[in-house]
């Protein structure tokens, strides 16, 4: 089993940035993906950023890619998600969520692990 925490939630302001840390604990080595998804009211879970165990693979939704920026350091088993630029549209519950197979995938359905969430709330 893996646990995931993440924390570094806020209010902030347009334009504004955040940066999100997810923290892992447990079985962290089965775990290939790390993932950030959000779910703004009333909407369904999304996905965000992904980023690979080895290889450093990345990949981002349209939405965010250029503003945010996913990284992780393995020997402290945290993976972070710097928010810049944010706008009202990227108040969600952001969660950190990680899949156990080598082949990426965006599928919420397709990962073992997640955390809490952590709420970010963007005034204008």
């Known amino acids: 089993q893996v646990q995931l925490v993440e924390s570094g939630g806020g209010l902030v302001q347009a334009g504004g940035s955040r940066r999100l840390s997810c923290a892992a604990s447990?079985?962290?080595?089965?775990?290939?993906?790390t993932s950030w998804f959000r779910q703004g009211p009333g909407k369904e879970r999304e996905f965000v950023a992904a980023i690979r165990r080895f290889g450093g693979i990345k990949d981002y939704a349209d939405s965010v890619k250029g503003r945010f920026t996913i990284s992780g350091d393995y020997a402290k088993n945290t993976v972070w998600l710097q928010m810049n630029n944010l706008k009202p549209e990227d108040t969600a519950v952001y969660f950190c969520?990680?899949?156990?197979?080598?082949?990426?995938?965006?599928?919420?359905?397709?990962?073992?692990?997640w955390g809490q969430g952590t709420q970010v709330t963007v005034s204008s």
């Open positions: 447990g079985r962290t080595e089965s775990v290939y993906f």
């Open positions: 969520a990680g899949r156990r197979s080598p082949v990426f995938s965006r599928g919420t359905s397709s990962y073992s692990y």
